[in-house]
């Protein structure tokens, strides 16, 4: 089915581990977006990338790293995992042509920090 | 970036019943305000969305009502259902240029059988 894949689905760091998150879409859409979910938080934005080729810092940046390695995959590497960044990672991505604000979200990676 | 308060964190509603949650925002350059639906283990997926050039917009038992003078906008679920039971998230955004979704922090709804 179309839509956005992220890999893996479930992640145990220990604290000082680094790893990437993996995002790809098929649905050729410009725009991906990395967002985190805590409890009574919401979603934040903490990366995004408005074209291949550009990325830019959202509300909590901080602790993490992005690429947009082609117009399909856009991934999110934690350099040195801390307890805090334990959470639930969502990808999402959007198209021009549909309009702003449409977003088509991934499954989740939810990443436990001991 | 500017807030979308969200309100209530909680809701509980009888099958049957009407559910109503409330949107207001800050930045009067918003101009797109998506409704997202999200159940448990999975992402968000849109379910409604509307601009600010009508008051209401309705997609069969949701409707969004639009208030552009007092920056509010809601979210109403006629006959909720319990497999309505999810959270979830107002958002905005600007729609001229490029911008991201601004996205309330989200309304754990419960409908009771």
């Known amino acids: 089915n179309a839509g956005v894949t992220q890999t893996p689905k479930f992640q145990v760091l220990k604290t000082g581990q680094s790893m990437t998150l993996q995002c790809a879409q098929d649905?050729?859409?410009?725009?991906m977006y990395w967002y985190r979910q805590d409890p009574g938080m919401g979603l934040r934005l903490i990366y995004y990338s408005a074209s291949e080729g550009t990325t830019d810092k959202g509300e909590v940046p901080n602790g993490y790293n992005v690429s947009r390695l082609n117009k399909r995959e856009f991934s999110l590497r934690l350099e040195s995992a801390a307890p805090s960044q334990t959470s639930v990672y969502f990808c999402a991505s959007s198209g021009s042509r549909q309009g702003l604000g449409v977003y088509t979200f991934g499954s989740g990676t939810r990443l436990t920090v001991v | 970036q500017q807030q979308v308060k969200q309100s209530p964190q909680s809701l509980i509603v009888q099958k049957g019943g009407i559910s109503i949650i409330n949107c207001a925002y800050e930045n009067t350059a918003f101009d797109y305000f998506p409704w997202y639906q999200q159940f448990p283990g999975k992402g968000p997926a849109l379910l409604i969305a509307i601009r600010p050039d009508v008051s209401e917009k309705k997609e069969g038992r949701f409707t969004i009502s639009f208030n552009k003078s007092a920056k509010q906008f809601s979210l109403h679920i006629m006959d909720s259902q319990p497999g309505d039971s999810a959270t979830y998230f107002c958002a905005a955004s600007i729609g001229q240029g490029y911008s991201t979704l601004t996205f309330g922090k989200g309304t754990m709804l419960l409908v009771s059988p």
């Open positions: 649905m050729n859409h410009n725009s």
